[in-house]
C-alpha cells in the first residue's frame, strides 16, 4: 500500500481521501512513514537505545512533556471513544510507556487558517511555541521566511545527522528534494514529510459498461479515446432514450489540472503540464501554461467542447462538481487518483431496479507521436518545525522510526495491526478484526510526527498488488483485504503502471518577491485565457497573447527569480 495518509490538509485532497472507511483502512496499513529497505518482509534493526544532549537514556524516566499544535474538527474530536482524549488515548499511552513522552497539545485549532494565524502572532511576539509543530505544504510556504529569521526555531541538519536511524537517513536519501520544501537562508528548518510520489497521480476511470454498449474496447490512445467520447455523448449509453449524457467530466472552475476531474492527461499526450514549473531540456525551470505545447491541448479541448463531449458549463463547476457528474451517470469518463476505487466510486450502491454503474480504471492514453503524461503528486505535503534548543529532539527521531515501521511492513512494528485497538482494529476471540462499526483511522491524527508515505521503489512489490493476486498472509495483508475492495485495488495498481509518466512541479519553494506582488494577476490571465480558447470565445492564436502579456506583467521576470531559487537548493 502505497498512498498515505499524512496530518489532515483542510480543504484538499487528503481531506476527501478521508471520507470512505473502505479506502481509509486500506491507506492507514502504510500510512506515516517511508521505508529504507530492499524487501516488504525484511526486518530492520530499530534505532538503539543512546543517551542523547540531555544524558538520559529513551525511555525518559521520569518521563517528559513535549509539546505540539494540532487541527482537529468537531467530527474527529467526536470519534474520540471516551474516556479517550486528545492528550490522553492509545497513542499517547504507547509513547508514554515506549519513549517516555507526555504528549501535551498547547494549541488545539479547528483550520489550517487558524493555525497560520496563530504561528504569525507567536512569531511576531513572545509567545510561547509548541516544541514540535506541523505546518502543512499550504501554509509552510508563507511563513517559511518569517520561521528563518525569527530565532526561535532549530536548524534540523545537526540533529538529523546525529539522531536519524539508518533507514530514516536512507528513507530521505531516497527523496532529496523534499529537503528544498524547508530550506531558506542556507538552513533546513523542518523535518519534511515525504510523500509516495504518486497518491494525487491520475488515471482513467470509464465506464465500461457504455463501452459495452457501444462495441468499444478501453481506449489506448487520444484518437480512441474521442471516439468514446462521441459514442457516450450521441448514442445514448444508457439506454434512456433520451440524450442527456456526455463524454468526459472535466473541472474548469480553479484550473483545468486539480485534484480530480483534471485534463492532464491530454496536456501530457503533447508533453507538458501547465500550472507548474517543468525542467526544460536546457536544465531551467520554466513555467508550464506558456508552452506551445499548451496552445495544441486548448485547441484540442476547444473541439472536445464543440462537440458537446464536455459539460456546457464546465467553466463553473469545481471538482468534486465535475466528479459527481461521472458518479451520477451523466459523464463517461473522468480523470482521477486511483483511490478513486474506493472514494467516491467505492460507495455507488445498485438503484431501486437493482441496476449498479460498472467502472474501469485505464491507464492514460498516448497522443499522436505516442507521448503520455500526467500532473504528478508533490514531494512533501507538509513539515514539522521545532523550538530552538528543544532538548529531546533525539526522541522524536526514535518517535519518527517506531512509526515508520509500519510502512515497510516491519513485522516487529507496534502498530502492525493498527494506531489504536477499537479503533482501527479490535481483537475478537482472539483474532484481529478491522472492518467493524464504528471504525475509524482518525486515531493516527492524534500521532506525535507522522513521516509521511512509503516512497516508490522501495518494496519489491506494492501491498495492493500482492493482496490483489491472493497473498494474505501478513497483518498488513490481511488488513487490506478485509478492508479493501477489489475496484480499489485494480485503481492503485493501474497508477502504479504510469508512475514514470508522472511531471511534478519542481518549484517548491517559498513565494519569490515577485510573485507575492504578481502572481494573483497573473493566475487570473491564465484562467480568462485557457477558458475563453475552449469556449470558443476565443481562437487559439489568442494563446501566443496571453503568453506575451504574461511575460510582460511579471512573468519573466518570476521565472529569473525561480531560476536564482533553483541554483541555490541544488
Excluded at 509543530?133 to 499550504?138: F, K, M
Excluded at 512494528?413 to 475478537?428: A, L, Q, R, T, W
Excluded at 521565472?559 to 536564482?564: F, K, P
Aim: hydrophobic share 35%.
Amino acid at each position: 500500500m502505497t498512498v498515505s495518509i499524512f496530518r489532515k490538509r483542510g480543504g484538499c485532497t487528503m481531506m476527501h481521501v478521508h471520507q470512505s472507511r473502505t479506502i481509509l483502512a486500506g491507506m492507514l496499513v502504510l500510512a506515516i512513514g517511508l521505508a529504507g529497505c530492499a524487501d516488504a518482509n525484511t526486518p530492520v534493526d530499530p534505532a538503539p537505545e543512546t543517551a542523547g544532549e540531555t544524558g538520559q537514556s529513551i525511555p525518559y524516566d521520569p518521563p517528559v512533556v513535549v509539546t505540539t499544535s494540532r487541527v482537529l474538527n468537531d467530527s474527529e474530536m467526536g470519534k474520540l471513544i471516551p474516556p479517550d482524549s486528545i492528550d490522553d488515548n492509545p497513542i499517547s499511552r504507547w509513547a508514554k510507556e515506549k519513549l517516555g513522552i507526555i504528549q501535551n497539545s498547547m494549541w488545539v485549532l479547528v483550520d489550517e487558517a487558524a493555525l497560520l494565524h496563530k504561528t504569525k502572532l507567536a512569531l511576531t511576539g513572545d509567545e510561547p511555541i509548541p516544541d514540535v509543530l506541523y505546518l502543512n505544504d499550504a501554509v509552510l510556504p508563507q511563513l517559511l521566511d518569517d520561521i528563518a529569521e525569527s530565532g526561535r526555531f532549530m536548524d534540523i541538519e545537526e540533529a538529523f545527522e546525529t539522531y536519524a536511524s539508518p533507514r530514516m537517513k536512507e528513507a530521505y536519501s531516497k527523496n532529496p528534494d523534499v529537503w528544498k520544501t524547508v530550506t531558506a537562508n542556507g538552513k533546513k528548518w523542518g523535518l519534511p514529510q515525504i510523500s509516495d510520489g504518486k497518491v494525487g497521480d491520475p488515471i482513467l476511470w470509464i465506464r465500461q459498461d457504455w463501452l459495452d454498449a457501444a462495441g468499444l474496447a478501453p481506449p489506448t490512445t487520444i484518437e480512441e479515446l474521442e471516439t468514446a467520447l462521441d459514442a457516450f455523448t450521441n448514442e445514448d449509453p444508457d439506454g434512456n432514450g433520451k440524450q442527456d449524457t456526455f463524454g468526459l467530466a472535466l473541472a474548469g472552475k480553479n484550473s483545468l489540472n486539480g485534484w480530480l476531474a483534471d485534463a492532464s492527461f491530454l496536456f501530457g499526450a503533447y508533453g507538458d503540464q501547465p500550472y507548474q514549473w517543468n525542467r526544460m531540456p536546457d536544465g531551467s525551470l520554466a513555467y508550464g501554461s506558456v508552452q506551445p505545447e499548451v496552445k495544441q491541448a486548448l485547441a484540442r479541448l476547444r473541439t472536445w467542447y464543440d462537440q458537446g463531449w464536455l459539460h456546457r458549463d464546465f467553466g463553473t463547476h469545481d471538482e468534486l462538481t465535475a466528479a459527481n457528474l461521472f458518479v451520477e451517470g451523466q459523464a463517461g469518463v473522468v480523470s482521477g487518483p486511483g483511490w478513486m476505487g474506493g472514494w467516491p466510486l467505492g460507495e455507488v450502491h445498485e438503484d431501486e431496479n437493482g441496476f449498479k454503474p460498472e467502472y474501469r480504471p485505464i491507464p492514460f492514453p498516448a497522443g499522436e507521436d505516442g507521448k503520455i503524461g500526467r500532473r504528478g503528486s508533490k514531494v512533501s505535503y507538509g513539515s514539522y518545525i521545532f523550538r530552538k534548543d528543544f532538548p529531546y529532539i533525539e526522541a522524536l527521531f526514535r518517535y519518527w522510526d517506531e512509526v515508520y515501521g509500519a510502512l515497510i511492513e516491519d513485522p516487529e512494528s507496534d502498530f502492525m495491526h493498527g494506531f489504536g485497538e477499537n479503533y482501527d482494529y479490535k481483537i475478537v476471540d482472539g483474532k484481529y478484526v478491522y472492518d467493524f462499526k464504528g471504525a475509524t483511522t482518525t486515531v493516527a491524527n492524534l500521532l506525535l510526527i507522522a513521516p509521511g508515505s512509503t516512497p516508490e521503489g522501495v518494496l519489491k512489490e506494492s501491498l495492493e498488488q500482492r493482496v490483489y493476486r491472493g497473498q494474505i498472509e501478513s497483518p498488513y495483508e490481511k488488513k487490506l483485504a478485509e478492508t479493501s475492495s477489489k475496484l480499489f485495488l485494480e485503481g492503485k495498481i493501474v497508477g502504479d503502471r504510469q508512475l514514470a509518466y508522472a511531471q511534478k512541479d519542481q518549484f517548491l519553494g517559498v513565494p519569490t518577491p515577485a510573485m507575492r506582488t504578481k502572481w494573483p494577476a497573473l493566475q487570473k490571465l491564465e484562467k480568462e485565457a485557457f477558458l475563453k480558447i475552449v469556449y470558443g470565445k476565443e481562437e487559439a492564436d489568442a494563446f501566443d497573447a496571453f503568453v506575451r502579456s504574461w511575460r510582460e506583467h511579471g512573468g519573466d521576470e518570476i521565472t529569473r527569480e525561480v531560476n536564482a531559487w533553483d541554483v541555490s537548493v541544488e
